[in-house]
């Protein structure tokens, strides 16, 4: 054989591999939804914050429930028609509400169990923090 036929067939050899790839590579939209993951289901979205209201002493709409799971990020608020000290028990976290101001609460749910909220200086109940594992 001679060096312009080996020339030849090297030439051809590498033609059909290019060919080969060019056919067989996956395109830019299924390689990008390969290797990038969806924004939206990866991140994650803050947790709702849920709103007391307190009028005359009272929660309006009856005792509150805030439930979460360990680890989860509670959000909670606590409007009040007069300014109180407003307490989450077990967390040990109080905040100051004012007329025009709510108390605004955000921590990470570390502890198990059911916790009282509460107007601090009158020891009323008005919401319970329930977080399970």
């Known amino acids: 054989m001679s060096g312009r036929q080996r020339g030849l067939i090297v030439l051809v050899a590498a033609l ?3 060919g080969a790839y060019l056919l067989l590579r996956p395109d830019d939209k ?3 939804k390969a290797t990038k993951p969806n924004s939206a289901a990866t991140t994650p979205q803050p947790a709702p914050v849920q709103k007391i209201q ?3 002493g009272r929660v309006v709409g009856g005792l509150a429930t805030i439930k979460a799971k360990q ?3 509670v959000r909670f608020q606590v409007s009040t028609d007069k300014p109180h000290e407003i307490h989450l028990h077990g967390y040990n976290v109080a905040k100051n509400a004012t ?3 709510p108390a605004s609460f955000q921590l990470k749910a570390t502890e198990t169990g059911i916790f009282e909220i509460e107007i601090e200086d009158t020891s009323t109940q ?3 923090l329930r977080v399970e594992p």
Do not use: C, P, Y
Request: aromatic residues 0%; proline residues 0%; without cysteine.
């Open 54 to 56: 307190v009028k005359g």
């Open 126 to 128: 008005i919401a319970e």
């Open 71 to 73: 680890g989860d990020t």
């Open 99 to 101: 007329t025009t101001k």
């Open 30 to 32: 299924s390689s990008n």
């Open 16 to 18: 059909v591999a290019v």
